[in-house]
């Protein structure tokens, strides 16, 4: 038993399985230990999964915590980030009043599937919820892919992957072979190139409606990094982002590390949120 241990996060370590508000239960990779944490990184429980349900379910008591209701939006995060590098964009989406569940998943230790798995766990988790929207940045949007692959929850209304690789990245094709590359990235980085059998081109299009935000100079450049074809966000091609019966699909002058904290891009994906369209009658951000 813990009284509110605060842990450093451990975010390539540990991935969310359960949700219950900002509270959360994360397991171990490749182990059957479980830990439960508040919204603050603390601990008050550790060992099986059915010991930490069992203290998350004395914190309801003791805090009179109900279940939220309505609308939520599922953050997913990119390869080798963290749930905390959407924080603007959380922000942004509480304000106009949805649930928002920043997911963290070991994206370095895990293949792609897997991390799906992951997903699907918190998804099954959201008691109340009514309606959900998934937001994926970069491999996040991969991740959702593969979960469509196996799954299906009539709860979910839209998706938005930004700077998704969804046809493979150039990058990962040229350093897959590279020992650093595939030590620090794992399996999941491998399957980041255009040419492997498990490669992205051969995950699930979601079955609903879907958008997709590009990072890029625009088409008479060579987008911001010489060594990719076409224009690109620095890391991913505006070529390879787009997919096969995309609602919408927007570019915007953005590096891909910022994708998902640019006010521009939180913007837009507001008003797809709303609308099912990225550009009609903008939904003002908050600043300040």
Known sequence: MYSGVKTLGGRQFWGDVHFFR???????????RFRLLDGKDRRFASGSFEQCLAELERQKEIRHLKPY??????????IMRSAKSF?????????????????????????IEQAADYLHQVLQSLEGIDQISLIGHSMGGLVIRAWFQEHEDARIDK????????????????????LPFRWVLGDAGQQLAKNESNSARHLAVPSVPFGIIAGGRGEQTNGYNPWLPGDDDGTVTVASAHLEGEADFLRLPCLHM????DKRVIKAALQFLETGKFCPNPVPVETG
């Open 69 to 78: 209701r309505g609308k939520a939006v599922v953050l997913l995060h990119g």
């Open 258 to 261: 910022f994708l998902m904290r």
């Open 22 to 32: 900002d509270w959360r239960i994360q397991k171990r990779v490749q182990s059957e």
């Open 87 to 111: 924080n603007p964009f959380r922000r942004e989406l509480e304000k106009r009043g949805y649930h928002v569940y920043s997911v963290d998943y070991p994206s370095t230790r895990v293949p």
């Open 159 to 178: 998706v938005i992957m930004l700077g998704t690789p969804n046809q493979g990245a150039e990058m990962a094709e040229a350093l897959k072979n590279f």
